[in-house]
T-cell receptor, first 113, second 114 residues
Framework: GNSVTQMEGPVTLSEEAFLTINCTYT??????LFWYVQYPGEGLQLLLK?????DKGSNKGFEATYRKETTSFHLEKGSVQVSDSAVYFC????????????FGKGTHLIIQP | DTGVSQDPRHKITKRGQNVTFRCDPI?????LYWYRQTLGQGPEFLTY????????KSRLLSDRFSAERPKGSFSTLEIQRTEQGDSAMYLC????????????FGNGTRLTVT
């Protein structure tokens, strides 16, 4: 079956630090990969996505590259801000079916000024 | 675009009672999903509709759970004979059809079973 594994949190960084949140997956076929973000008190929002190997998704300074050889989709940002504090979820969708997303457990990111 | 709306935001009920939640998707979206999220976990897929047809149900969706989308617009999720293990955040999401489109999530309904 499909599964997503994310690094455990919370991850605490100082403002302007470099961020990496690791994500690896197991899936049948050729999944699409996503990062969702949940800010305090808000619903999940799509942050970025990649639909095939070697694609790079990017948004709001965040990037993630679909690495088929390592089955990974690590989230990176060069310089984090306090406003980036949130819970980040890595997710996948297996192609060919109508089933929903498979999510990781989420990584709580705390950025200190 | 008013986003995905869920009602109520919070529900506290006693074990054994029935509860019903409502989801209003983004109006032009014809796909609607229900997820459940417990503390420290990612959302888990429960069921999915395309228009009024329920196309898939997770093994997580026991026979005490039922979801409907009678006119292909809003959806309801009912839990009968609630148990303490049903306490969770219930999330609704919608998307458009075609090549797989990203899900737009509501803020969820938090259920507490006492």
């Amino acid at each position: 079956g499909n599964s997503v594994t994310q690094m455990e949190g919370p991850v605490t960084l100082s403002e302007e630090a470099f961020l990496t949140i690791n994500c690896t997956y197991t899936a049948t076929g050729y999944p699409s990969l996503f990062w969702y973000v949940q800010y305090p008190g808000e619903g999940l929002q799509l942050l970025l996505k990649a639909t095939k190997a070697d694609d790079k998704g990017s948004n709001k300074g965040f990037e993630a590259t679909y690495r088929k050889e390592t089955t990974s989709f690590h989230l990176e940002k060069g310089s984090v801000q306090v406003s980036d504090s949130a819970v980040y979820f890595c997710a996948l969708h297996s192609g060919g079916g109508a089933d929903g997303l498979t999510f990781g457990k989420g990584t709580h990111l705390i950025i200190q000024p | 675009d008013t986003g995905v709306s869920q009602d109520p935001r919070h529900k506290i009920t006693k074990r054994g009672q029935n509860v019903t939640f409502r989801c209003d998707p983004i109006s032009e979206h014809n796909r609607l999903y229900w997820y459940r999220q417990t503390l420290g976990q990612g959302p888990e897929f429960l069921t999915y509709f395309q228009n009024e047809a329920q196309l898939e149900k997770s093994r997580l969706l026991s026979d005490r759970f039922s979801a409907e989308r009678p006119k292909g617009s809003f959806s309801t999720l009912e839990i009968q004979r609630t148990e303490q293990g049903d306490s969770a955040m219930y999330l609704c999401a919608s998307s458009s059809v075609g090549s797989w489109s990203p899900l737009h999530f509501g803020n969820g309904t938090r259920l507490t079973v006492t």
